[in-house]
């Protein structure tokens, strides 16, 4: 997955030939007008997009193509960290989408609960980041998960 924060179509390209399978797109950032063609430019590729989403005034942008969103728990601006958000955004998003949770999910607990309510899958890095062996945590992280659900 690509992570930058993709603004033109020449980071898309460049992703594609990096191997990359999904890029991802910011809602935040981004006009519903150029998420179009981003996300146009991304199925072209043969890629797939994951919309990023932390507030209920971006649902506007989500168009057709999208084939993942997902919600971001932190706050752009205050980098505060809320798992609530993804509960409320989850409730109105078309549940025509694969949906994610994104940030702060460093507790297992909250991830057997969002994965109970129906997220399909979550973006979590730090808490694998900061470990000095991020296979093992991944592995005992993913054990921990699966004894809560």
């Given amino acids: 997955m690509c992570k930058d924060f993709i603004i033109d179509e020449y980071q898309i390209i460049a992703a594609k030939s990096l191997g990359t399978d ?13 998420i179009q063609s981003l996300t146009h430019v ?3 590729l043969g890629l797939e997009v994951l919309l990023e989403m932390h507030s209920e005034n971006e649902l506007y942008k989500i168009n057709e193509y999208i084939d993942i969103i997902g ?8 980098f505060f960290v809320d798992i609530q958000r993804s509960v409320e955004l989850f409730k109105i998003i078309p549940n025509n989408f694969i949906t994610i949770s994104e940030s702060g999910l460093s507790d297992p607990i909250k991830v057997s609960f969002l994965t109970q ?7 979590i890095g730090e ?7 991020p296979g093992k945590q991944m592995e005992e992280y993913i054990k921990q998960v699966n004894l809560k659900t």
């Fill in 71 to 78: 919600i971001n728990n932190r706050n752009l601006s205050t």
């Fill in 22 to 34: 999904i890029i991802l797109l910011i809602a935040e950032v981004l006009s519903k007008e150029k």
């Fill in 42 to 44: 991304a199925k072209i």
């Fill in 127 to 133: 808490i694998f980041m900061r470990s000095s062996h």
């Fill in 117 to 123: 309510m129906g997220f399909a899958g979550f973006l």
